[in-house]
């Protein structure tokens, strides 16, 4: 991806859910919600503090995380679906969601 984010913004890849429910039944695309986790693809260089001095994020790539319904802001860079929001707009990191995801690609 040919984009950095600036201050203390990031870049994050929504991880769609699975189409199906626990009991096998398909949910169509009209009746599904926007997944409200991501992956951090890129991130700013942090926010400058009173002083001037930047403060780098508590995210990095290749982090899961959650962040709320409303934010942020849809684009599309280089053919794909991405959003862009402020490290603040972040609820929280999946702590060893992201070993699981790679585990799952290699297999």
Known sequence: MKFRPLHDRVVVRRI???????????????????P?????V???PGAPDEKGHVQP???KPGD???F??????????????????KESD????????AAKSTKKKAA
């Open 16 to 34: 769609e859910e699975d189409e199906r429910t626990r009991g096998g039944i398909i949910i169509p695309d009209t009746a599904k919600e926007k």
């Open 36 to 40: 409200q986790e991501g992956e951090i």
């Open 42 to 44: 890129s991130v700013g």
């Open 57 to 59: 994020l508590d995210v």
């Open 64 to 66: 899961r995380v959650l």
């Open 68 to 85: 709320g319904k409303w934010s942020g802001t849809e684009v599309k860079i280089d053919g794909e679906d991405v959003l862009i929001m």
């Open 90 to 97: 972040i609820l929280g990191v999946l702590e060893g969601a």
